[in-house]
């Protein structure tokens, strides 16, 4: 798969990004923690390599819970709220980006899996054309 750019920006478009592409490890994420950053659906993020990846205009505020063993850093728009990043301490050679913020929705063909099936509520619908794990596909 040749490698491209791809980019994004936050709803009010104070924080732009780069990335080299394509991204991998596509995903569609329902749990609890994700379901608070999406207002309760699921999250559809992708994964990028650290080395290639920058923040072009602006600058993004962290949080991580301080009750959770190996909690992630949720990245976001300090003036939109817009949530871009995901920092996961299993994963320190790359970041997690949430498919909402690509500038070409085209970059994001879909999910492979979907993760967390155990934290997802009746009202949700699970993809019956993916794999669905209990908890992270891994």
């Not at 909402?100 to 509520?121: I, K, T, V």
């Amino acid at each position: 798969i040749m490698s491209t750019e791809i980019t994004g920006h936050c709803y009010c478009g104070n924080v732009h990004w780069k990335a080299q592409g394509p991204g991998f490890m596509r995903f569609e994420c329902y749990c609890r923690e994700c379901r608070y950053i999406s207002g309760g659906g699921p999250v559809m993020g992708f994964a990028v390599m650290n080395e290639g990846f920058e923040i072009t205009k602006g600058a993004v505020k962290g949080f991580a819970r301080s009750d959770i063993e190996g909690a992630v850093t949720r990245q976001f728009c300090p003036d939109c709220g817009t949530h871009m990043f995901t920092r996961a301490p299993s994963f320190p050679q790359g970041i997690i980006i949430k498919a909402g913020s690509l500038n070409n929705e085209a970059d994001f063909p879909g999910p492979e899996f979907a993760a967390f099936s155990c934290d997802a509520r009746p009202w949700h619908r699970l993809p019956t054309e993916l794999p669905v794990h209990e908890r992270w596909a891994g």
